[in-house]
């Protein structure tokens, strides 16, 4: 039974698409008024393979709420991860747009063969990596890599849109938008930065994705020179902007890249 179930789970992860690393915090609802709560979720995959994350607790090395001005709130000590229904109450208190962000360690480890790895690379348009195992001549090998997460979420609180929603928050990998999406009059656009290690990134595959319907993004775009994209402002529902980038390990690591997945969650009730 172990060597089937075995595998079942070999043929799985075969199966599975790229974009099954797709992390973000979900709150039930992305609009409360002061003094109300919402339950939230920590959401991993996409569309079939869409799941509540199983992340354990000790592996989430931050969890904040950045307030209309600046002040950070440690809301860790509000985390639940893996409860019943949800992984977290949040309440807030001040009026305007609040940033929530979370980030977990870096020990989580992936490893795929060597076709698996490749496709993966390419469809989420990690390039330095395909380069690299280009020139260490090691595209027929397993390829393999540590992982963090980092995931922003926008809580619109009353009706009051300030806040710090276009400042960086200080993630390794981060997308920030350059305008609120719950500004008024709401823009036909949504202009992004992508910062790593907080410098724009050039050459990064931004994906929008309406949480939905989200078998399949809604808009893709690549960062220019100075890490940007743009896309079409969506008017309601709810939504998540997720980007992936990934460098070498230096020689004789236990794995061959350190990638980080990103993502910014916001919505419209």
Known sequence: MNKLRGIVGFVVSLCMPAQAHDFWLQPEHFKISPGASTPMTLQVGH???????????????????IGIDGGVTDLRPSLH???ATDDGMLTFKQAGTHVLLLETDSK??????????????????????????????????EGSENYSRCAKVIVQVGADAGGRVTSPVGLPLEIVPEMNPHAQP????LPIVVL?????LAGATVKLTNLDHDAEP???????????????MPQSGRWMLNVIWTRARPRGSDTDFETVFSSLSFGFE
Do not use: C, M, W
């Open 47 to 65: 569309g079939p393979f869409r799941q509540r994350s199983q992340i354990p607790l000790r592996r989430i090395s931050r969890f904040s709420d």
């Open 81 to 83: 991860a893996g409860g």
């Open 108 to 141: 989580a480890q992936s490893h795929l063969p060597a076709l698996r790895f490749n496709d993966y690379l390419r469809v989420e348009g990690l390039t330095p990596a395909l380069e690299e195992r280009q020139r260490n001549k090691s595209l027929n090998a």
């Open 186 to 189: 709401r823009s036909g656009r």
């Open 196 to 200: 790593y290690f907080g410098k724009p």
């Open 218 to 232: 809604f808009e893709t775009r690549v960062s220019d020179s100075r890490g940007r994209a743009d896309f079409g």
